[in-house]
């Protein structure tokens, strides 16, 4: 789909502005149509209205700018034991069987129906991310065998650490994807 039509700006947004649209087309289509074919014409709206419960099945569970912002801002805060027992509890959370590991390269190993991966998020409040660590991960991934590893970081990663990433298709969170993992986290704004 390209990034510029309609339906990929639609699904970008919030999923409110999809059902809007399917219920003006709806409505004018009642209105305009005449009566044996008003059928057809709210159907028009049908297109949108499939973009907007995709729009909202994607958006479900992530918070605002304001709260990841938020929960940003208390992770770089934190200290190492209060973050990884954040790591742990969002992981166990989300279904994740989690084995804490004594390795360089990685810090908890997390099993999910019949599937392990490494996690590791001990430099996680580095600014920039390279490659180096993620090749550390990768190698530790291939001597135990695991199916997947993780990177989590509250920074970024270089262009080439990103590349790295998706050619031995390793799982980066940071940012909104941090703050999506660690939704239900207490911050000092959080009620």
């Known amino acids: 789909m390209n990034q510029n039509s309609i339906f990929a700006m639609l699904l970008r ?10 219920l003006f ?31 909202l099945r994607r958006q479900w569970g992530k918070p605002s700018a304001t709260r990841a912002a938020e929960i940003l801002q208390a992770v770089r805060a934190m200290s190492w034991r209060d973050f990884s027992v954040e790591i742990e509890n969002a992981l166990k959370r989300d279904g994740f069987v989690v084995t804490r590991i004594d390795l360089p390269e990685a810090d908890f190993s997390i099993t999910s129906e019949g599937r392990t ?6 430099r996680w409040k580095a600014a920039s991310t390279g490659i180096e660590i ?19 970081t509250s ?3 270089t262009q080439n650490a990103m590349q790295f990433a998706v050619e031995n298709k390793m799982r980066l ?3 909104e994807g941090l703050a999506k993992l660690l939704r239900k986290m207490k911050t000092a704004n959080a009620s």
């Open 173 to 175: 969170v940071h940012g």
């Open 25 to 55: 087309i709806a409505l004018i289509a009642a209105a305009v149509v005449p009566r044996p074919y008003v059928i057809y014409g709210i159907f028009t709206g049908f297109p949108f209205m499939v973009i907007s419960v995709i729009a």
């Open 13 to 22: 947004s919030p999923w409110w502005i999809s059902a809007g649209i399917a």
């Open 134 to 152: 993620l090749r550390d991960l990768q190698k530790a991934r291939e001597a135990k065998a695991a199916h997947d590893c993780f990177y989590i």
């Open 117 to 122: 991966a490494l996690v590791s998020c001990k």
């Open 155 to 157: 920074g970024d990663f």
